[in-house]
Structure formats: structure tokens, C-alpha cells
């Protein structure tokens, strides 16, 4: 039988021994392939985001597996002791306290990192809400989002307004999206731009982005909004500004027999009807 | 006594448990039942015509469903076949056929909550037509429906019957001499694929925004298409 | 002795007059007239009708169950017949019974029964989802199970440890022969088998489409079966609010001789933190359906924004109560984890102090969070901060509950058995909950995981892989006790492993699928994913298959095999093992007093145990 002194400082050892070899492999292995991959800035730092919270995660986790493994392999019951108790210790101050510091620090730093990340990333692409606290400076493209039961549809304010079925951006600007819905609740979720942003009734609820490269990426409906919620997913373009030029030409024209229908650009709908009677 | 519960030797505990196994196991299977029951799926028979392979789907709508359906009251799409009216909102179609479709309509307007889907889109020959005229966009008040598959890209709204018109249809299935608009289009199913289609126009009258009850069960404004 | 009557008030009578009950209200809603209400016509719902007549038939339940007899017969100076102290037979598990042992055992079947329900949509759901594409289910009964199976799993659980565990030994544990309150002890029970079967009768009434969660406008616009989800989760509220002020109540005033607050076993100060939590955040609940239901019926806008109302007022009265709650489920789990540990590691609780600081740390963070539910909702994003913060504080608590489990492990000479086993999973399981957490609960990570399976498995995580493995730890440690009767070890540790391997083979990659951008909820997904998910079924149907081991061992030993488990099956220094298994219906010979200790393992005096002290004796050896 070992001193507790020495278990200590076996444990200690596998610890870090553990953590050596797991923390290269989180940040160079698992940490790239975090999601939701590099495809905006806001995705990328999210991707780093996630990388920060796993390295912290790291040491914690390998010291409770470890201890957990060395707790059930050194201090099982050996035959004939089954009728022996263990030894009556009822606590121990300083490891407590090392707990205590060590839990309170990993907190209070993932804490002020999320911040930092969120304002710096102005809003980090999830819905801040009609006024967001950062907004981003230069140009920016609004876009409006709309959801229905069940189905988005999209509008160009900067385009004479016009709506689409579709959502095609152009690479290399920063995109506003206006996100808002004309009945229940849906989630605006564009996976590899690293957006999300809830479509409240009546709210304008805006989460920005920046395009870096042509691509494609997916959009879902990620807040249980009814009987084809599982259905309401498309697909959209990152384009070059050309070809956005061609194609929003094309869908004006598409378009132009509904456009004096449509009502006036607002940030968000009061359609009838509102409510059970009628 | 404890032992007193259970008064039973053990061949009857035997029996009581069979009999509770059992009873668990029916129950079970009348749930899974349940569970999967929905409208009778259709399949539009398959007509030769000019551009080749095609199949003609002829549709009613209709205010109030009545005896057809559990729920009375409810707006409902059906579908006509062999010169009958039966209600289904599952239809197997072909891959890669051109699908001539005629609606009936025999509702009122309830109107979009967005205008934007009163344009069609995804038709062959890129627009449809109300009582044979050409058409591509309807007023939003005007909607009475739309037929809609957003997997497929399809969407045509439906005019509907004016309030003033006379003869209104007052049950289910509709006779053609009563008031109704008739819609007809054609478009491509594409490859396979399971769908759902549904109707955009809030037409659930007594739900907020007109969204629940027929908008939200399938059978009667919504339905699957399954393209084999 | 009871007296012989007429009509004996049993389930029979509760049933039968619980049918009555909602046939009269459903006719007397009927009669409800107003021109608001016009949408009766256009819908054929008859909201009004089926809320009245959901509240007749649970009065008409619990006048058949005998609820309203001590209070009539006091009103009309009568003396009151005590049919429900009846101590014999197995009569007085079907009906109104204020013996406290009888109603956690009655909690134990009927609860039991409903998860088993809930359990079965599991994998109704896990099958749908074979296929990327519709495979099985009619669509609106797709969503009705996920519904159902999400809202059965939160009210049944909700009392799935306090129901039968803190209620059979809260009482012994604190040297009471019962509750403060048995009747309200037995309402409670009877509230949940209205409320489940009401739950159940909404697929009678087309379904409801909103999960668990409930949201408005969506819960506005849905079919009559919503009616039975707000009538369920108000019952189950009202189940819980009496519930924790039970257990408070009895805690704070029946405490016996000796024990003081410093001397609890560390289950009953899980049960104090839970019914803190019960007693403060249901009401909220309450309050919210009763909102939601006026929504529905009497055309009020409280969420309904195009009439003044807000769908933010829904999500974040919702979550007021709904972030406590998932707390409510948490915090008995580790009740009864640092209860285990000692008995099985043969060593007092470490650092006791540290693990009741940790509970009621928890409680108080708990009121705090709940708007981290709400990141990307648009709502007060200039609070995103704090709300983070708040919500990553929740670890610091979490993780003395940790250090005090690895503590108790130290220098241990741990017992694999059972109980132990489904303890030390949940220290793993519950470990993989916390850390999925921490994404979910920094905004940026959050905008990917949000609403995602990611954040579905992190919560299965926290909830099955702890609530459920706790709960079974109990069952293990504690049904001998309870019956009489041993469980067979050998099918219980196959019913270990093969859950232990499987819930991790299920929920670890769901993980990862919500990584990938699935949502929740959904019935299509992306076709890449379907190797994963099919994985993940496979897995999930292992994980159902696991719980026919555990309702064969249970039939088979507490049925066929029927060995006497002896008052001490684990050597546990606990008192309710000092009293004969089961335990007599008067508890007590006389009311014990209490040492300081409540965990003396490794003491001098105690060197020897497992039969070699007279089971007989009540009291702690006091010092």
C-alpha cells in the first residue's frame, strides 16, 4: 500500500502526462475541424472559439478520467477486504481551495473571452436584436430574411426591394441580415456562414456577416416552427459581385410581375390575420 | 405478511405474466398502428401524350370537406380518380414526367400573407392558366390556395371564388355546375425524391394567423408527393 | 380497521368517475357562448369545452379516489373514517394511501409506467429516423412523438427521484414516521397519473406540434391536443409546487432528536435544494399555461404580437421555470450519487460542507440563466454577457459536487457493485453533459450549437445519462430495502453495461451530428448524415432493449425468485437500513436520536458490519 502522498503524486503525473499528449492533438488535430469551418471570418473565430474552450476543457477533463481510472484500479476492495472500511477522511482544505481557484479561474477566463470574441466579432453572427450593441463599419448589404410557415424568403432593400425564393450573396462584403418572420417562431441557420439568428413576428432581428470566398452553404430552420419544420432547408450561393449583379438583374425581371404587390420594405410584416376569428 | 400479495403459485404467475406481456404487446401494436395511419396514398394513372410520358393529376378544392374527413369543417384538397372524388393528399407521380395538373376550386378568397408567393414559379411554359387564360401573377387577395412544392420548386396560387358569385358549392365533393375557378398547369417532377406540398394561403379559418388545424395536418392542406 | 361501506373509493371508483367528470365538462363547455368565440364554427375545436372538461375529470378522479372525504366529513362534524391509513393488503397501493412507504412504491410503478411510454416514442422517433426522408410516421404524429415523448420525460422525471425515493426515505432518513402533509404526499401522486393519461389523450385530439418547449405563437395555433399538453405540464406544476413544499416542510419541522441541518444524509439536502427549486419555479409554470390557455381560448394577446403581446414573454416565462427545471432533474441525481459513494467506497462523504454549498450554489445560480436559452433570439443582446457569465458559474457548484464524488473515492476500498456501477457512469456521463454545456453556454459556440442535436444530446446527457442512472442507482441500492426482496446482481450488471455502452454509443455521436448542422426536431436531414444516424438508432434501440433487462429482473426477482434481502444488503450506515426490509408500516419501534456523523464508515466502533449489529435497533450508535 502506497502513501497517499505518493498516489498524489501519481495521479499528478498521468495528469500531465495525459494532457501532453491530448492537447497537441486538440488544437492540431480536433480544433481545425471544429465547426462550423472557415467560411466567413465570424465561422473562423468561432471555429477558434471552440478550439479555446476544448483546451481549457482539456486539463479538467484528463485529470477527472485519469483519477477516475486510478481511483477504480488502486482503491478497489482487494479480496478479504470486503468487510474493511476505507480510511475516514472527511475532506482536505488545500485541495479544495486548488479546486476552488482552479475551476473559478478556466470560469471567469471563458467568460471574458466569450465577450471579447462576441464584440469583436459584432455579435459573433448570432441575431443581436434590432439594435446591436457593435455594428460593423464600412458598406454594408442589407438582406432581409423572412420566414413563413414553412419556407424563408429573401429581400434586397438596396435592389428596389425585390423578394426571392433563393439567397445569393456576393463574395467579399459585409452582409447585414434582417431576419423576421410573418407567423410562429423559426431560426434563421445558415451552418457554414456561421449565422443564426431567431425570425421573431415582428421583430427585426439582425445578425452580421462577412462573405470571404465562393462557396456554397446550407440553410435550415433550426427553432421548431410546425408540421414541415423538418422540410424548410435550402441551399444558397456565395457568388462573385458579377455574377450577383447578373443574377439579381435576372430575378428583378423574373419578379417584376409580383413587385406591386409586394408591400413596402419595412423590418418587419403585419399581415392579416392576426388572430382565431375570422 | 409480505408473502401475502402475492397469494399465486408460480404456473398462475406464469399466466398472469403471459397475459400482461401480451396486453402490453397489443397495446404497443395498436399505438404503432395509429401512429402511421394517414390519408390512402394515390397514384395518377399514366397518359400517353405528344411530349411523351406524362401524367394528369385533377384536383378539387373545396371549403369544408364535410363527410369525407374526420374534421367537418376543414378546408381540403381532393382528388379525382376514375371519375369520383376521394380524399388523399399522398400522391406517388413519376421521375422526369411532365404532370398536367387541373384544380377545381371551389373556395373563397382568404388572401397570401405574402404576396410574393402569388407569382408562379417552376412550371413548364412559366405560367398557368385561370379558366384557360394565361397567367403569372394573382393579387394576394385573390388567393384562395396555392399548390406549392418547395423540393421541387413549384409554386402556383389559386384564384379564388368570388363571395358574390352564384351557386356556391355547400358540400363536399363539389358538383362542377356549382361556382368554381379552374386552374391548369403542367410541370416536371424531376428526379426521385420524397416531397411535401402544401398550401401557403392562411386558409384555416378560426387559427391565428389562419395557420393550424387543415394548414398543419396532412390530408387536407398538406400532403406528401413521393417521386419514384 | 377500517369500517365496511357501501363504496369502497379506489382506483376503480377514480376512473369511472374521472370518465363521468369529463364527459359533464365537456358538455358543460359546450354550453360556454360568446360572439369572440365564433371559430367553434370554422374549426370544430372546442377549446373552452375540452379545458373544462380536463379539470372535471381529474376532480372527478380525485373524488373517486376518496380525496374529498376527510374534508366533507370534517365540514360536516363528522368524525373522519381513515380509509386511506389503512395499513394491510395490497388493496392500499390502488388508492388513496397516506403511508409514505405505500406512495413511493406507487410512485415507483406509476411513474415507471409513463416513462415507459415516453421511453417507447424514443424509439418511435430513433425508427422515423432510419431515413433521411419520410419513412413511418404520418407527419403531424412525427411531431406529436417527439412532443410527447419530450414533455412525458420532463413532467414524469421532474418527480422520478423525489417521488419515490425522497417520499419512501426522507421520512426514515430524518427519523419522521411521515410526511408533514400525507394527504397533499398522496395528491401529489394522483396529480401525475391524471396528468399522464391526460397527456396521452392528445393524440385523440390531433396531436400538438410544439415539443416540450411549448412556444408561442405555434402552441396558439395548434390543434386541440395542445389543450392536453397545458392541462398535463399545469397538473404536473401544481404536482411539483405541493411536492416541494411538502418535503420542505417535513425537513424543516420533523427533524428528529439530534439532527441538525449540518447532520443530514447529503440525499435530503439533494431533496431540500430540489424542492426549493420545486416550490419557486412551478408556480411560474403554472401562471405561463394558465396565460397560454387564455391564448387559446378567450382570444387574450399575451403572445401574440400583432395584438400587444410578445412571443418573447412565452420563451422567457418559459424559461424561468424551464431553466430551474432542468436543475429539478440534476440536482436529486447527485443526491443520490454522494449518497452511494460512501456506502460503496466504505467512506464518509467528502468534504460534506463543500458538496451542500455546491447544491444550494446551484439553486440560487439556476434563477439566473435563462436567457442563455434565448442567444440568438434577438432579445436583450447587450445581456448576452452576463447571462454567459451567469450560465459558466453554474460549473463552479457543479464541480464541488465533482471534487466531493472524487474526493469520497480517495483511499477508498470501493465495492463495484450495482448501485456503484450506475453511480460511477454518472460521474462520466454527467462529465461529458457539463463540458457539451460550456458550448452551449458561450455565445459564439452557441450560434452553431443553438437549437441544434448538439445541444439535444448535451441535455440527454445531463438528464439520462444523470438523472436516469442515478435513478436507477437508486432502484438498485434502495427497491430491497423497499420490497424485501433482492434484485438479481448478475442481470443488473448486464442491464449496466448494456446501457452504459449504449447511451454513450447513442448520445456521443448525436454530438457530434449536431456538430454537423442537424437541427432538432427534424424529420429530413442531410443525406451525409444518414450513416450517423442510423448508428445512433441502432444504438438507441440496444439503449430501449436495456430496459427489458431491467423489467425482467425485476419481475424475476421480485416475483419468481423472491430472495430476502436481510435489513442490510450493502452494509450502509444509513438508518433505513438499521430498520428490518421492508420496513414496517409504524417506521420506528420509537423515534431515533442522532449522532453527529451521518457517515461513521472507517470509525472504530463501526469496524464490522453486515449483519453483526442487531438489525432491530432504530437509532445510530451516538457517541
Redesign the interface.
Same mark, same amino acid.
Given at each position: 500500500m502506497w502513501s497517499?502522498r505518493s498516489?498524489g503524486w501519481r495521479i499528478a503525473a498521468l495528469t500531465t502526462i495525459g494532457t501532453a499528449i491530448v492537447l497537441p492533438l486538440v488544437v492540431f488535430v480536433l480544433g481545425p475541424n471544429?465547426?462550423?469551418g472557415k467560411g466567413t471570418p465570424v465561422a473562423t473565430?468561432?471555429v477558434t472559439?471552440?478550439t479555446v474552450?476544448l483546451v481549457v476543457?482539456t486539463p479538467f477533463?484528463v485529470f477527472?478520467?485519469v483519477?477516475?481510472g486510478y481511483?477504480?484500479t488502486a482503491?478497489?476492495?482487494?479480496p478479504g477486504?470486503?468487510?474493511?472500511?476505507?480510511?475516514?477522511?472527511?475532506?482536505?482544505f488545500r485541495?479544495?481551495v486548488a479546486?476552488?481557484v482552479s475551476?473559478?479561474a478556466a470560469?471567469l477566463f471563458?467568460?471574458i473571452f466569450?465577450?471579447a470574441?462576441?464584440l469583436a466579432?459584432n455579435?459573433? %453572427?448570432?441575431? !443581436?436584436?434590432? @439594435? *446591436?450593441?457593435t455594428k460593423p463599419g464600412g458598406s454594408v448589404l442589407p438582406v432581409q430574411v423572412?420566414g413563413?410557415?414553412?419556407?424563408f424568403?429573401y429581400r434586397y432593400p438596396t435592389f428596389g426591394g425585390v423578394?426571392t425564393?433563393t439567397l445569393v450573396l456576393p463574395v467579399g462584403r459585409k452582409i447585414a441580415f434582417h431576419?423576421t418572420s410573418?407567423?410562429?417562431?423559426h431560426?434563421f441557420?445558415a451552418?457554414e456562414l %456561421?449565422?443564426? !439568428?431567431?425570425a @421573431? *413576428?415582428?421583430?427585426d432581428?439582425?445578425?452580421y456577416v462577412e462573405t470571404k470566398k465562393i462557396s456554397t452553404f446550407?440553410v435550415?430552420?433550426?427553432?421548431?416552427?410546425?408540421?414541415?419544420?423538418?422540410?424548410m432547408?435550402?441551399t444558397g450561393h456565395v457568388v462573385s459581385g458579377a455574377d450577383f449583379a447578373s443574377w439579381i438583374a435576372a430575378r428583378k425581371r423574373q419578379?417584376a410581375?409580383?413587385m406591386k404587390?409586394?408591400?413596402k420594405y419595412a423590418p418587419s410584416y403585419?399581415?392579416?390575420?392576426?388572430?382565431?376569428?375570422? | 405478511m409480505r408473502g401475502a400479495i402475492y397469494p399465486a403459485g408460480v404456473p398462475k404467475k406464469v399466466a398472469i405474466l403471459a397475459t400482461g406481456v401480451a396486453l402490453v404487446g397489443v397495446l404497443i401494436g395498436l399505438y404503432v398502428t395509429l401512429l402511421a395511419t394517414g390519408p390512402a396514398p394515390y397514384t395518377p394513372p399514366a397518359a400517353q401524350a405528344a411530349g411523351g410520358r406524362s401524367v394528369n393529376l385533377t384536383l378539387q378544392t373545396v371549403a369544408a370537406v364535410g363527410k369525407l374527413a374526420p374534421n367537418e369543417n376543414w378546408v381540403s384538397y381532393l382528388v379525382r380518380e376514375h371519375g369520383t372524388w376521394h380524399r388523399s393528399t399522398v400522391w406517388t407521380l413519376p421521375a422526369n414526367t411532365l404532370v398536367h395538373v387541373t384544380i377545381y376550386n371551389f373556395d373563397g378568397k382568404s388572401?397570401?400573407?405574402?404576396?410574393?408567393?402569388?407569382?408562379a414559379?417552376g412550371l413548364v411554359g412559366g405560367a398557368f392558366a385561370i379558366n384557360g387564360k394565361p397567367t403569372?401573377?394573382i393579387?394576394?387577395d385573390d388567393a384562395s390556395h396555392t399548390f406549392a412544392i418547395?423540393?421541387l420548386?413549384v409554386i402556383v396560387p389559386i384564384m379564388g371564388v368570388a363571395d358574390d358569385a352564384p351557386h356556391q358549392c355547400d358540400d363536399a365533393p363539389c358538383p362542377m355546375e356549382t361556382a368554381h375557378e379552374t386552374i391548369t398547369f403542367t410541370f416536371r417532377t424531376g428526379k426521385a425524391g420524397h416531397?411535401?406540398w402544401?398550401c401557403?394561403v392562411?386558409c384555416a379559418?378560426?387559427?391565428?394567423?389562419?395557420?393550424g388545424g387543415p394548414?398543419?395536418?396532412?390530408g387536407y392542406m398538406?400532403g406528401y408527393v413521393d417521386v419514384v | 380497521m377500517s369500517r365496511r361501506r357501501l363504496v369502497e373509493f379506489n382506483l376503480l371508483t377514480g376512473v369511472v368517475l374521472g370518465i363521468v367528470g369529463f364527459y359533464v365538462g365537456w358538455w358543460l363547455g359546450h354550453l360556454v357562448k360568446a360572439p369572440?368565440?365564433?371559430?367553434f364554427d370554422d374549426?370544430g375545436q372546442n377549446d373552452i369545452a375540452l379545458f373544462v372538461a380536463y379539470f372535471t375529470g381529474v376532480v372527478g378522479f380525485l373524488v373517486g379516489l376518496g380525496f374529498a372525504n376527510y374534508p366533507v366529513q370534517r365540514m360536516l362534524g363528522k368524525p373522519p373514517s381513515l380509509r386511506e391509513k389503512e395499513t394491510e393488503g395490497i388493496g392500499r397501493y390502488f388508492g388513496l394511501c397516506t403511508d409514505h412507504k405505500v406512495v413511493g412504491i406507487q410512485y415507483l410503478i406509476g411513474i415507471g409506467a409513463f416513462i415507459f411510454i415516453g421511453g417507447l416514442n424514443a424509439m418511435l422517433i430513433r425508427f422515423e429516423l432510419l431515413r433521411p426522408t419520410h419513412l413511418a410516421w404520418n407527419?403531424?404524429n412525427?411531431?406529436t412523438l417527439v412532443g410527447l415523448h419530450g414533455t412525458m420525460m420532463m413532467g414524469m422525471m421532474t418527480s422520478g427521484i423525489l417521488g419515490p425515493f425522497a417520499n419512501y426515505f426522507v421520512p426514515l432518513m430524518i427519523g419522521a414516521r411521515r410526511m408533514a402533509f400525507p394527504r397533499i404526499e398522496a395528491l401529489t401522486f394522483w396529480l401525475l397519473m391524471a396528468a399522464g393519461t391526460i397527456l396521452m389523450t392528445a393524440l385523440a385530439f390531433g396531436g400538438f406540434?410544439?415539443?416540450w418547449?411549448g412556444?408561442a405563437?405555434?402552441s396558439?395555433?395548434a390543434n386541440m391536443g395542445m389543450d392536453a399538453y397545458i392541462a398535463f405540464f399545469a397538473l404536473v406544476g401544481l404536482s411539483m409546487t405541493l411536492l416541494g413544499l411538502n418535503m420542505l416542510a417535513t425537513v424543516i419541522t420533523m427533524r428528529a432528536p439530534g439532527l441538525s441541518w449540518s447532520r443530514l444524509p447529503i440525499f435530503v439536502w439533494g431533496t431540500v435544494s430540489t424542492s426549493v427549486l420545486m416550490l419557486l419555479a412551478a408556480p411560474v409554470l403554472i401562471s405561463t399555461l394558465f396565460m397560454l390557455a387564455l391564448d387559446r381560448t378567450a382570444?387574450t394577446?399575451f403572445f401574440?404580437?400583432?395584438?400587444g403581446g410578445?412571443?418573447?414573454l412565452y420563451?422567457n416565462l418559459f424559461w424561468i421555470f424551464g431553466h430551474p427545471e432542468v436543475y429539478i432533474l440534476a440536482l436529486p441525481g447527485m443526491g443520490i450519487v454522494l449518497e452511494l459513494l460512501p456506502v460503496f467506497?466504505?467512506?464518509?462523504?467528502?468534504?460534506?460542507?463543500?458538496a451542500v454549498t455546491g447544491l444550494l450554489g446551484i439553486t440560487l445560480l439556476s434563477f439566473l440563466v435563462w436567457q442563455h436559452h434565448?442567444?440568438?433570439?434577438?432579445?436583450?443582446?447587450?445581456l448576452?454577457?452576463f447571462y454567459?457569465?451567469s450560465t459558466?458559474?453554474i460549473?463552479?457548484p457543479t464541480?464541488?459536487i465533482?471534487?466531493c464524488a472524487?474526493?469520497t473515492?480517495?483511499?477508498?476500498?470501493?465495492?463495484?457493485t450495482v448501485p456503484m456501477l450506475f453511480a460511477?457512469a454518472w460521474?462520466?456521463n454527467f462529465?461529458v453533459g457539463g463540458?457539451s454545456g460550456?458550448?452551449l453556454s458561450?455565445?459564439?459556440?452557441?450560434?452553431?450549437t443553438?437549437?441544434?442535436f448538439f445541444s439535444m444530446a448535451h441535455f440527454h446527457y445531463t438528464i439520462m445519462g444523470g438523472l436516469v442512472f442515478a435513478f436507477f442507482g437508486a432502484v438498485y441500492y434502495w427497491l430491497p430495502k423497499m420490497t424485501g426482496f433482492e434484485l438479481d446482481e448478475r442481470l443488473g450488471k448486464v442491464h449496466f453495461w448494456v446501457m452504459f455502452v449504449a447511451f454513450n454509443s447513442t448520445f456521443g455521436p448525436l454530438l457530434v451530428i449536431g456538430?454537423?448542422?442537424m437541427?432538432?426536431?427534424?424529420?429530413?436531414?442531410?443525406g451525409y448524415l444518414q450513416g450517423a444516424n442510423v448508428w445512433v438508432s441502432v444504438s438507441a434501440f440496444v439503449l430501449g432493449a436495456s430496459m427489458l433487462v431491467f423489467v425482467a429482473n425485476l419481475i424475476w426477482s421480485q416475483v419468481f425468485a423472491r430472495v430476502p434481502a436481510g435489513a442490510n444488503p450493502w452494509g450502509s450506515k444509513s438508518i433505513e437500513f438499521q430498520l428490518p426490509s421492508p420496513v414496517p408500516v409504524h417506521d420506528f419501534d420509537r423515534i431515533p436520536t442522532f449522532g453527529p456523523d451521518p457517515y461513521p464508515?472507517?470509525?472504530i466502533e463501526?469496524?464490522?458490519?453486515?449483519g453483526t449489529r442487531p438489525a432491530v435497533s432504530p437509532a445510530r450508535p451516538t457517541p
Open positions: 497517499s498516489h471544429m465547426p462550423p473565430s468561432q472559439d471552440n474552450l476543457m477533463t477527472i478520467l483519477y477516475l481511483a477504480l482503491f478497489r476492495a482487494k477486504e470486503e468487510g474493511l472500511d476505507g480510511a475516514p477522511l472527511r475532506g482536505h485541495s479544495q479546486w476552488l475551476t473559478t470560469v471563458l467568460a466569450g465577450t470574441e462576441l466579432d455579435g459573433a %453572427g448570432g441575431g !443581436a436584436g434590432p @439594435n *446591436p450593441v423572412i413563413q410557415q414553412w419556407q424568403t423578394e425564393a431576419v410573418l407567423d410562429a417562431i431560426s441557420w451552418y %456561421g449565422v443564426k !439568428a431567431d @421573431n *413576428p415582428g421583430v432581428n439582425i445578425a446550407h435550415r430552420c433550426a427553432e421548431l416552427c410546425g408540421l414541415w419544420h423538418g422540410y432547408s435550402d419578379f410581375p409580383v404587390y409586394l408591400p403585419n399581415p392579416d390575420p392576426t388572430f382565431r376569428a375570422g | 388572401g397570401l400573407r405574402n404576396p410574393f408567393l402569388g407569382q414559379r403569372s401573377v393579387a394576394p418547395p423540393g420548386g416531397y411535401r402544401q401557403f392562411p379559418a378560426g387559427f391565428v394567423y389562419g395557420f394548414m398543419q395536418t396532412v398538406d | 369572440s368565440l365564433d371559430y374549426t407527419g403531424n412525427y411531431l406540434p410544439t415539443g418547449t412556444y405563437p405555434l396558439v395555433q382570444q394577446g401574440n404580437d400583432q395584438a410578445s412571443p418573447y420563451e467506497a466504505r467512506k464518509p462523504l467528502w468534504g460534506y460542507r463543500l434565448l442567444f440568438v433570439s434577438g432579445i436583450n443582446a447587450d448576452r454577457p454567459m457569465l459558466e458559474l460549473s463552479l464541480g464541488f465533482f471534487v472524487l474526493g473515492l480517495w483511499a477508498g476500498r470501493i465495492r463495484l460511477l460521474l462520466f462529465l463540458l460550456v458550448f458561450d455565445v459564439p459556440s452557441d450560434v452553431t443553438h437549437g441544434s456538430f454537423l448542422g437541427p432538432r426536431r427534424v424529420v429530413t436531414y442531410a464508515y472507517g470509525g463501526d469496524a464490522g458490519f453486515d
